[in-house]
């Protein structure tokens, strides 16, 4: 529940963040002094923003469209003096709905709600995000679910994506049955977390975690795992500014203190994309996606990159700290990225503060890396699994209509992956895969038997991953 608690905080900090883009505001302010009314002066000014979000036929843009609708309405509220409806939820009930704005998400009881089935959203929206975190059944783009009747007996199965009304005593009685199955499957996988990861045959592999926030470690064991294998750094910069070396720093320490000297791997500032940051990234860039984001971003950012890295190498003298690049297509990239560091440990030395050089490996995410992982002296590669498929197989990760094509089994995404492995190993270094290909058990015999030994899964999925690797002869 930590991570989920995470997950919400983010999103309202990302609203929040918001509300202190000036460019967005300036119209509903000017509208003001010019005498407006001052909902109608916000309504009109965020309806504008919506529609210009909405129209792109984007499912991440889509996305943002419902966080400033969210936005919008809840402000309006306020001006209003209109009382936010809370909702009281009878035990078991499917929420039925064309869409859901996160706060209204965060404000649902989901301790006694049994899941949501939506006409909209999509996959990529922020309710999604918290669905998936809290293990909230949900379903989305279900036209079923504009037809049900309020109070109606419906089943709704997430697996296949479907809502059944008025079930029969038989799928009534299969449903009780799956969920008993899924109770069990849960209880063995929070033994196996606590054990070695090895498969059948005997031999170790190694299961790290990704970590979104450090606030979801206070309800983790370390002992549930080798390491860290993904440190998303994001979250550090949704604040009104950039935070300072100190205050990095401490985020780092954090981290390693909770490892108990296991590995810890903290991937440097990866916006852009689907991930905008206001002063930071690039505004009205025609795909973002192929645009300035990641390593490209932060070279062209040299101070936010230069405090980062000074943060970091200051972090590895207390101790097992790597330091791991997003989105490198070409070695040049690389060789950048190290002079950059290079000059942040010569600043830390001559400042006479403590610091270690960290080692700096590169995430494997675009074909061009992969194809040429043997080129790049990097200390070691992280295989990010999410965008390599999605630029592999040219289709969005994030969009329905190309959902069947994102398949991360393809041959084309597997070659690549065995590829990176074969050049890790020529090379000396170690390989890992940090993306959603690691968190799914039925994939880890196809990952194992590319040659890859060490994987950084989500924290919840560490238990049925361990199962799954114990399965493999």
């Known amino acids: 529940m930590a991570a989920a608690d995470a997950d919400g905080a983010d999103i309202l900090e990302f609203q929040a963040m918001l509300l ?34 909405g129209d792109q036929g984007d499912a991440v843009l889509s996305a943002r469209a419902a966080d400033l609708r969210d936005l ?38 989901w301790s006694r709600l049994g899941g949501a089935a939506l006409t909209g959203g999509g996959a990529a929206g922020h309710v999604a995000i918290l669905a998936r975190a809290r293990g909230v059944p949900l379903v989305v783009g279900l036209e079923a679910a504009a037809h049900s009747a309020d109070g109606a007996l419906v089943a709704l199965d997430a697996d296949a994506g479907a809502l059944i009304e008025n079930p029969s005593a038989c799928t009534r009685a299969a449903f009780a049955a ?43 064991s370390p002992q549930i795992c080798d390491g860290v294998g993904l440190t998303r750094t994001e979250f550090l910069f949704h604040g009104a500014a950039a935070p300072d070396e100190d205050a990095q720093l401490a985020v780092y320490a954090r981290i390693l203190a909770w490892a108990q000297g296991r590995p810890v791997t903290i991937r440097t500032l990866d916006a852009g994309g689907d991930k905008p940051i206001p002063g930071v990234t690039v505004d009205g860039e025609s795909n973002p996606f192929l645009g300035l ?39 040049q990239e690389l060789e950048e990225a190290r002079a950059h560091l290079d ?32 080129d790049f002296d990097a200390d070691f590669y992280s295989i990010g699994s999410n965008d390599l498929v999605q630029y592999v197989m040219a289709a969005a990760r994030d969009n329905p209509g190309v959902a069947h094509l994102a398949d991360p089994r393809n041959p084309a995404v597997l070659a690549l992956i065995g590829r990176t492995v074969a050049a890790g190993k020529a090379r000396g270094v170690e390989v890992s895969l940090c993306g959603d290909m690691a968190s799914s058990p039925a994939l880890i015999g196809a990952l194992l038997g590319l040659g890859l030994d060490t994987l950084s899964c989500a924290p919840a999925q560490v238990g049925a991953v361990k199962l799954a690797i114990g399965r493999v002869a």
Request: charged share 20%; proline share 7%; net charge neutral.
């Open 20 to 53: 202190e883009d000036d460019d967005m505001l300036a119209p509903a302010f000017a509208a003001i002094a010019q005498g407006r009314a001052a909902e109608a002066a916000w309504a009109e000014a965020f309806d504008a923003e919506i529609a210009a979000y």
């Open 72 to 109: 919008r309405d809840r402000v309006l509220a306020c001006l209003s003096g209109a009382a936010v409806a809370q909702a009281a939820p009878p035990e078991g009930a499917v929420a039925l709905a064309d869409d859901l704005s996160p706060s209204a998400f965060l404000a649902l009881d």
């Open 178 to 220: 799956r969920r008993a199955a899924g109770a069990a499957g849960r209880a063995e996988s929070a033994a196996a977390a606590l054990r070695p990861a090895v498969t059948a045959g005997g031999a170790a592999v190694r299961v790290l975690i990704n970590v979104d926030d450090p606030a979801l470690l206070d309800s983790l």
């Open 293 to 331: 984001r990641g390593l490209r971003l932060s070279l062209r950012r040299p101070a936010v990159f230069r405090t980062q890295l000074r943060a970091l190498a200051r972090a590895a003298a207390l101790g097992p700290l790597k330091v791991m690049l997003p989105m490198v297509t070409i070695p």
């Open 343 to 374: 000059a942040a440990c010569a600043q830390l030395a001559a400042a006479g503060a403590a610091h270690a050089r960290p080692p700096l490996g590169i995430m494997v995410e675009t074909p061009a890396a992969a194809l040429t992982a043997a």
